[in-house]
């Protein structure tokens, strides 16, 4: 798996249907500013992908700050999985949630509902490392929700089913709830957001270690 590498997709962060840009889920403070899942997905996703580096782990980010929208668009995503695909080791979608619930909290991952044991795995490591997030009183962050399957009705469903018939492994990571107030604070706090990518990037490095020849 050497000549391989992780490939980090901050999401959303592109144009949709319509032609206007994606921002994802957003919560509104009380003046008037909004916290933008595409933003804070990003600033993850970039400790996700310099902890690769400091591992020694090939990595490359699917989305850059600066990027044009007309880039980052769902059908390049595609795109570039499918031209990729003998190359990238696993794809990790980093997301943020949100509900019309403020209650609903926690993280979860999402794969393929007919996923190879590749997904699976990716899910699993990734998982093992986030549960034990903790803040600095030593609780715990994030409610585990579980690693869920999504088929082509559900919302990442397409997306998911592309992949998979692209043979590239692939998982996306809801990190929590922006809508929930707790959630909310480990999310856009800088100390957490290094730790919450920290996290998931020792699961895909182990992941990806536990690929190697001996």
């Not at 959303?12 to 994606?22: E, I, M, Q, Y």
């Not at 957003?26 to 990003?42: Q, S, V, W």
């Not at 190359?87 to 949100?98: E, P």
């Not at 403020?102 to 044991?117: L, R």
Request: glycine share 8%; proline share 3%.
């Amino acid at each position: 798996m050497t000549d391989k590498f992780v490939l980090i997709d901050a999401g959303h962060g592109g144009l949709n249907k319509a032609g206007r840009f994606d921002y994802g889920a957003c919560h509104m403070n009380p003046g008037g500013t909004a916290i933008r899942e595409a933003d804070k997905a990003l600033a993850i996703s970039y400790v996700v992908y310099e902890f690769m580096n400091y591992m020694g782990i090939q990595a490359r980010m699917f989305r850059h700050r600066g990027d044009h929208p007309k880039l980052c668009t769902n059908a390049r995503r595609l795109a570039y999985a499918r031209d990729n695909a003998d190359w990238i080791s696993a794809w990790v979608s980093i997301h943020l949630n949100s509900h019309k619930s403020p209650n609903a909290h926690g993280a979860e991952i999402f794969h393929w509902h007919k996923a190879d044991a590749e997904e699976l795995q990716i899910a699993e490591y990734i998982r093992n490392e986030y549960v034990l997030l903790t803040d600095i009183d030593g609780i715990p962050m994030f409610k585990w929700r579980g690693i869920k399957t999504v088929t082509s009705h559900d919302r990442w469903g397409d997306m998911a089913r592309a992949y998979h018939k692209a043979g590239v492994p692939a998982v996306l990571v809801e990190t929590g709830f922006l809508s929930n107030k707790r959630d909310r604070y480990y999310l856009t706090n800088p100390t957490y957001i290094q730790a919450i990518g920290e996290a998931i990037g020792l699961g895909i490095a182990k992941y990806v270690k536990s690929k190697e020849k001996p």
